[in-house]
């Protein structure tokens, strides 16, 4: 029981935090969503030194640890729904470029993210 609070907390902590992000979309000096970019880049950056510190400490960490952080924080911080109903919108507003850019900037960063958080935690 005390696992699905942890994931409860964490979603909603992540999902205030996505929410303070979500302020830079729209921004009229760009057409992409700058704020669903900056928050799947930090939540790939959490994932990343997560999973990274459970390989290396695993049991030694809280049984809530993974769950607060990598399911609930990551979970609500993170949104791929959001991703890609903006890049949907880019699409019908005829903006097909800024689209292409806003689908491969998201992926290449976000992997990018995922390899930082392992580097951050000296896994890789």
Request: glycine letters at 12%; one cysteine or more.
């Amino acid at each position: 029981m005390l696992q699905y609070l942890a994931i409860f907390l964490g979603g909603g902590f992540g999902s205030l935090c996505r929410f303070a992000l979500s302020k830079w979309n729209g921004h009229p000096a760009t057409l992409l969503p700058i704020g669903t970019i900056a928050a799947n880049f930090l939540s790939c950056i959490v994932l990343g030194f997560v999973v990274a510190l459970l390989i290396e400490k695993g049991n030694d960490l809280h049984h809530t640890f993974k769950p607060f952080f990598a399911i609930g924080f990551c979970g609500g911080f993170s949104t791929f729904s959001t991703f890609s109903l903006e890049t949907f919108t880019l699409l019908q507003n005829g903006n097909t470029a800024h689209a292409v850019v806003n689908v491969g900037l998201s992926l290449a960063i976000c992997l990018m993210a995922l390899w930082i958080g392992f580097w951050l935690q000296g896994k890789w």
